[in-house]
């Protein structure tokens, strides 16, 4: 074949094949937090199963929420500020639903960047595309006023999870198999 015919033959496989994953997102990603999202179907099944022998109110606001449905991140700037809580499914309790704190979201002209400003716990990352309803969250936990680690170093800080948009004014963040606590963490954002 042809250096040209090889050319040509390349882009149309690039043009035939769906787009996943920001490309950056891969040269990103730490072994551990991959592994974590390879295994994400089975992490949130077990913990939402755990999930179920929680308070029975807060199992109908989580089945509520998980309920519904997904629309596209496309058409939506999801830059301002948010309140923001965590779910925290399995593990050491089967349930909890912590109150509502402080989100901002900015964009710095190569993304979403996630910033918790309130509470104990908080996080600090970026959103990467990951198909039309989709994206991959790479942050860093930490507590209090204490500044955040940067991304990558180590299993202690480091977080991913996938996000996932309901509607114009409400989406959610979750974390399998985070370091502390429980099997899945969801951060739930409402304006």
Not at 99 to 110: E, H, I, L, P, Q
Not at 164 to 185: G, H, Q, V
Request: hydrophobic share 40%; proline share 4%.
């Amino acid at each position: 074949m042809t250096p040209r015919l090889l050319l040509a033959a390349l882009c149309l496989i690039g043009f035939a094949v769906p787009a996943h994953a920001d490309g950056e997102v891969q040269k990103l990603i730490t072994a551990a937090d991959k592994a974590r999202l390879d295994k994400y179907g089975e992490t949130r099944k077990a913990a939402l199963e755990e999930a179920k022998a929680g308070d029975p109110a807060e199992v109908k606001q989580l089945d509520a929420l998980l309920a519904k449905p997904l629309v596209a991140f496309s058409d939506k700037d999801l830059t301002g500020n948010w309140k923001c809580r965590t779910i925290k499914a399995g593990g050491l309790s089967p349930l909890v639903i912590y109150g509502w704190f402080k989100c901002k979201v900015t964009d710095d002209g190569s993304g979403w960047r996630l910033q918790k400003i309130s509470g104990s716990q908080r996080t600090a990352g970026r959103f990467f595309d990951d198909g039309e309803k989709r994206a991959i969250y790479l942050g860093s936990f930490s507590v209090n006023d204490d500044k955040a680690r940067s991304y990558g170093s180590g299993p202690e800080s480091d977080q991913v999870g996938y996000a996932f948009r309901n509607s114009a004014t409400e989406w959610r963040i979750e974390f399998p198999a985070p370091y502390y606590e429980s099997k899945l963490d969801i951060m739930e954002f409402k304006r």
